[in-house]
């Protein structure tokens, strides 16, 4: 199983960026992909969440409004969106697949010890 996170950079505030997650085959179908991000100095948080169905979803109330993700299991592909960025999104952003497969297409949580495949994280940087 293999995750590659991308689309980070150097934005201004107020910027958008869309980071992406590409899975290895099999790797996404039934489980929910989780967003998580780490700054300098700071616990690793969780971001986003979204089940395997993509009916349900979890967004860390600092940016609720800002970020949407999505994905499209045809790509084998999660998305972040994120606009209205601030100078405190700035960190490493990582992804990773949720450890229990879920029939039901409903679980979406951000706890960190719950999640065992991660990418490598992108690093997303706003500033002016």
């Known amino acids: 199983v293999q995750l590659q996170a991308s689309g980070g950079g150097l934005v201004q505030p107020g910027g958008s960026l869309r980071l992406s997650c590409a899975a290895s085959r099999f790797t996404l179908p039934y489980r929910a992909i989780g967003w998580f991000r780490q700054a300098p100095g700071k616990e690793r948080e969780g971001v986003s969440c979204?089940?395997?169905?993509?009916?349900?979803?979890y967004y860390i109330e600092s940016v609720k409004g800002r970020f949407t993700i999505s994905r499209d299991d045809a790509r084998n592909t999660v998305y972040l969106q994120m606009s209205s960025l601030k100078p405190e999104d700035t960190a490493v952003y990582y992804c990773?697949?949720?450890?229990?497969?879920?029939?039901?297409?409903?679980?979406?949580?951000?706890?960190?010890?719950?999640?065992?495949?991660w990418g490598q994280g992108t690093l997303v940087t706003v500033s002016s």
């Open positions: 979204i089940s395997s169905s993509g009916d349900s979803l």
């Open positions: 990773a697949t949720d450890r229990q497969i879920d029939l039901n297409g409903s679980r979406c949580h951000d706890d960190p010890y719950e999640y065992d495949y």
